[in-house]
């Protein structure tokens, strides 16, 4: 016999009797059964199931009245510069929580390595307007505000007139007299 038939029929003799040389042992059979479990759900729900997420904080809560505390998320939002936004967004990120500190986290890394924000010296002012709760939606408020972008390139943006700006922010109480901005969504 050659000896590489010799080391096939070895092969199928390990595979039929069970060896655990594959991970085929009774040890892991709990442990694909829970899998198999669980794609199976996948596989009919179109979700993976996965475990409840930790509870999160935010660094320094808010004011007492939970509109004060959007505005004041507001006001460091819409006032940056280029050398200033990666910054300020990601403060923003780590005084919220949900959604909008998600939406802040990934606009930080967005603008690390913008090359026209950076290169353009481009900037953004502006003035929160109104805060007013949402009608009929508790925690959550529309957010007006009126910017002004500049670039140090006197061509980019010449003309450009100021703008009026919707956000429609949700906030949560996190401890007594403590609101963070758990939502926030421009809308225009």
């Known amino acids: 016999m050659r000896p590489a038939t010799g080391l096939l029929i070895t092969a199928a003799a390990l595979a039929l009797t069970g060896c655990g040389l594959f991970g085929t042992g009774s040890s892991s059979t709990s442990t694909h059964t829970g899998t198999a479990a669980k794609v199976a759900q996948a596989e009919t729900t179109h979700e993976y199931p996965s475990p409840a997420p930790a509870r999160q904080t935010a660094a320094g809560g808010s004011s007492t009245v939970a509109a004060a505390a959007v505005r004041r998320f507001a006001v ?3 006032n940056w510069n280029a050398r200033t936004v990666t910054v300020q967004l990601q403060t923003l990120a780590l005084a919220s929580i949900g959604q ?3 939406a802040m986290a990934l606009a930080a890394t967005q ?3 913008d090359y026209e924000l ?7 002012r502006g003035v ?7 009608p009929g939606h508790r925690d959550q408020f ?3 505000t009126r910017e002004w972008t500049t670039s140090t390139n006197p061509s980019a943006y010449t003309g450009l007139r100021p703008a009026w700006h ?3 922010a949700g906030v949560t109480q996190v401890a007594p007299g403590q609101w963070v901005v758990s939502r926030w969504q ?3």
């Not at 950076?118 to 953004?124: C, F, L, P, T």
């Open 166 to 168: 919707i956000t429609v």
């Open 142 to 144: 529309v957010v007006v």
């Open 186 to 188: 421009p809308e225009s």
């Open 100 to 102: 909008a500190r998600s």
């Open 76 to 78: 460091h939002y819409i």
């Open 118 to 124: 950076e290169h353009g010296g481009i900037a953004n």
């Open 128 to 134: 929160v307007e109104a805060v007013t709760p949402l």
């Open 111 to 113: 603008s690390q390595n």
